[in-house]
């Protein structure tokens, strides 16, 4: 059987996530169009991606899901005049909560979600650690370690959660449907990277790093050897290139 085709994670983020809020927060500017077109065209991103993405690799992508229905609450909460503005901390809140609650659901499924965020043919050789843990006998072990690991990815949703309350309650203030309503907005999906990404995308790395310990530890390999290969070739071509930058400098040093 063919393997499916890798996904692109960026692509995945920036069709799901980031032109859609670009869209509901600059469109009307960058188009010259009203809301409710807007909102047609934003909603359009992440259920085409879905759609292609099930096309292509045969399965549901859970970002698209999340993304169009954050996308439909944020559009109509932005057509509907004098509705409370809480309403979008509420929704900024739930979106990540909505992640992290479907990561730890499908743990207890044969498909859970870590394995495609962090233990995913994208970056690792799972069939070789599939394999070395069937001789090794360290299975268990390595579940073990899937656990923690999700419990950590999980956990940088809830932080995702409460930083995202937080923000929206502070920043969107005005009545929904204004202009002062659409630049808060805008503010914060601006802000939203330093003061979420960055956070929640450390406690990540934990996770990522938690897991690699793992992988070395009940395979028996080095890192560098269940890497995927394409991972493994990146790497060692920005090696090389930093080896031979670093032999011209020391040459030109000593002329």
């Given at each position: 059987?063919?393997?499916h085709?890798?996904?692109?994670?960026?692509?995945?983020?920036?069709?799901?996530?980031?032109?859609?809020?670009?869209?509901l927060?600059?469109?009307?500017?960058?188009?010259?169009?009203?809301?409710?077109p807007?909102?047609?065209?934003?909603?359009?991103?992440?259920?085409?991606y879905?759609?292609?993405?099930?096309?292509?690799?045969?399965?549901?992508?859970?970002?698209?899901?999340?993304?169009?229905?954050?996308?439909?609450?944020?559009?109509?909460?932005?057509?509907?005049?004098?509705?409370?503005?809480?309403?979008?901390?509420?929704k900024?809140?739930?979106?990540?909560?909505?992640?992290?609650?479907?990561?730890?659901?499908?743990?207890?499924?044969?498909?859970?979600?870590?394995?495609?965020?962090?233990?995913?043919?994208?970056?690792?050789?799972?069939?070789?650690?599939?394999?070395?843990?069937g001789?090794?006998?360290?299975?268990?072990q390595?579940?073990?370690?899937?656990?923690?690991?999700?419990?950590?990815v999980?956990?940088?949703?809830?932080?995702?959660t409460?930083?995202?309350?937080?923000?929206?309650?502070?920043?969107?203030?005005?009545?929904?449907?204004?202009?002062?309503?659409?630049?808060?907005?805008?503010?914060?999906?601006?802000?939203?990277?330093?003061?979420?990404?960055?956070?929640?995308t450390?406690?990540?790395?934990?996770?990522?790093?938690?897991?690699?310990?793992?992988?070395?530890?009940?395979?028996?390999?080095?890192?560098?050897?269940?890497?995927?290969?394409?991972?493994?070739?990146?790497?060692?071509?920005?090696?090389?290139?930093?080896?031979?930058?670093?032999?011209?400098?020391?040459?030109?040093?000593?002329?």
């Amino acid at each position: 059987m063919p393997a499916h085709k890798r996904e692109n994670i960026w692509l995945n983020i920036i069709l799901n996530v980031v032109l859609p809020s670009l869209l509901l927060t600059k469109g009307a500017k960058w188009l010259g169009l009203p809301p409710a077109p807007i909102l047609i065209i934003a909603l359009s991103l992440p259920l085409i991606y879905g759609i292609y993405d099930y096309i292509v690799r045969k399965k549901v992508n859970i970002f698209s899901v999340i993304g169009f229905v954050s996308v439909l609450i944020t559009g109509v909460i932005g057509l509907i005049e004098d509705i409370p503005t809480r309403w979008i901390a509420v929704k900024e809140a739930a979106v990540p909560f909505l992640f992290g609650l479907a990561i730890y659901l499908s743990s207890f499924t044969k498909k859970p979600l870590i394995r495609a965020l962090l233990f995913s043919k994208e970056l690792f050789d799972v069939d070789l650690i599939e394999q070395s843990l069937g001789e090794k006998g360290t299975r268990i072990q390595f579940e073990k370690v899937i656990s923690s690991c999700t419990l950590w990815v999980v956990a940088s949703f809830l932080l995702s959660t409460v930083l995202n309350y937080i923000l929206a309650s502070w920043l969107v203030i005005s009545p929904s449907g204004t202009e002062a309503f659409n630049s808060e907005i805008g503010k914060m999906t601006a802000l939203s990277w330093p003061v979420i990404v960055l956070p929640t995308t450390a406690v990540m790395m934990v996770a990522l790093f938690k897991l690699m310990k793992g992988i070395e530890a009940t395979t028996g390999h080095e890192l560098d050897e269940v890497l995927h290969p394409e991972v493994r070739e990146k790497l060692a071509a920005k090696d090389a290139a930093y080896q031979e930058k670093k032999a011209k400098k020391e040459i030109d040093q000593k002329q």
